[in-house]
């Protein structure tokens, strides 16, 4: 299991270091209408601003820029919106780190919305659509939020000045967001750059805060999927980024990474539940109502109080006369 580093409550809303994270996740939940993640990793954490609640989320996959990211002046990365089984109920977030301004889309029972977190030099004329619940940041609505499973969402960091001009030499950073829904892109945030981080946190969850947070149950049939990312050089040029050894890849329970093409170019790469984070079915056991288990390389849900599991009505090959007991939420790796 991944670690977590505790954040408390103080006025400083400074975030702490993350160049060296060793798989490292923790987040700032907010317990709002919407709810709301700040998402962190790395070592010692500074105490920060937290608002109402100060709880803890993990990175349970991570894919960290392996370059020298002082090279690079800019980073777009877009993504597919994943269906979550247990969308009624899972909290979870998938976004990314670049000079510490984060960003991302986060998911409560309501739905999908696109958040941003970092903004240490003031939110003033920052997307109207987002609040800033959590001092330098917040989520999004409007037209940033009610993402639907397919949807797809790229954001883009780009030095900058003052004046919101790309430019290769600027002091700050500037973060948009394209929708892919015709607006084009649309200003979110600007800072100043401070820790250098290019890294993207794949999933990240807040399990361990409570059982009202449930854990993303994300299926291989539609997994959250990395679609492609670049990076702007120093002469200004967007560039596809590709190659095996282009990024370190982190992965715990319960998740995992599949379909990695990274030859393609622009690389892409998907990830969903691991079936070894589920129980095995097995015969002869008592089961509960909402048990889960693995079987046949899908994930399975018991729908009634099973007192002994007949060997003859596994999940995925019941004789015919066997009652339902079980239903199929997905597949897993």
């Not at 969308?87 to 739905?111: C, F, K, R």
């Not at 095996?244 to 329970?253: K, L, M, V």
């Not at 056991?285 to 849900?301: D, K």
Request: aromatic content about 12%; hydrophobic content about 30%; overall charge negative.
């Amino acid at each position: 299991m991944s670690e977590k580093s505790t954040l408390s409550m103080d006025t400083d809303a400074r975030r702490a270091s993350r160049a060296a994270w060793p798989r490292v996740g923790a987040a700032l939940l907010l317990l709002g209408t919407l709810g709301g993640a700040a998402c962190t990793a790395g070592g010692a954490v500074e105490e920060e601003s937290l608002g109402e609640a100060s709880l803890l989320g993990s990175y349970h996959l991570t894919s960290t820029y392996t370059g020298n990211v002082g090279d690079t002046r800019g980073w777009l990365i877009e993504w597919e919106v994943p269906e979550f089984v247990n969308e009624s109920e899972a909290w979870g977030v998938v976004g990314q780190w670049y000079y510490n301004l984060e960003s991302g889309i986060y998911h409560t029972p309501d739905g999908w919305f696109v958040y941003y977190f970092g903004d240490d030099n003031g939110v003033t004329g920052n997307h109207a659509n987002c609040n800033t619940q959590w001092g330098s940041g917040g989520t999004c609505g409007g037209s940033l939020s009610g993402l639907q499973p397919g949807d797809q969402v790229v954001f883009k960091y780009e030095w900058c000045t003052s004046a919101r001009v790309a430019d290769v030499n600027g002091s700050l950073l500037c973060l948009y967001v394209d929708m892919k829904d015709g607006a084009g892109w649309q200003f979110l945030a600007q800072d100043t750059r401070t820790t250098v981080e290019m890294y993207a946190h794949d999933i990240e969850h807040f399990r361990d805060v409570g059982p009202q947070y449930r854990e993303p149950q994300i299926s291989c049939d539609t997994p959250i999927k990395m679609l492609r990312q670049q990076l702007k050089t120093t002469s200004g040029t967007w560039q596809n980024m590709s190659g095996s050894s282009t990024w370190s890849f982190y992965n715990a329970p319960p998740y995992v990474y599949q379909n990695k093409n990274l030859s393609a170019s622009p690389s892409t790469w998907e990830s969903c539940l691991q079936c070894s984070s589920l129980p095995t079915w097995q015969s002869g056991q008592v089961y509960a109502p909402s048990t889960l288990v693995t079987h046949g390389g899908q994930f399975w849900q018991a729908t009634q109080q099973i007192w002994w599991s007949h060997p003859d009505c596994s999940p995925s090959n019941p004789l015919s006369w066997c009652p339902a007991e079980w239903v199929r939420l997905g597949s897993c790796n």
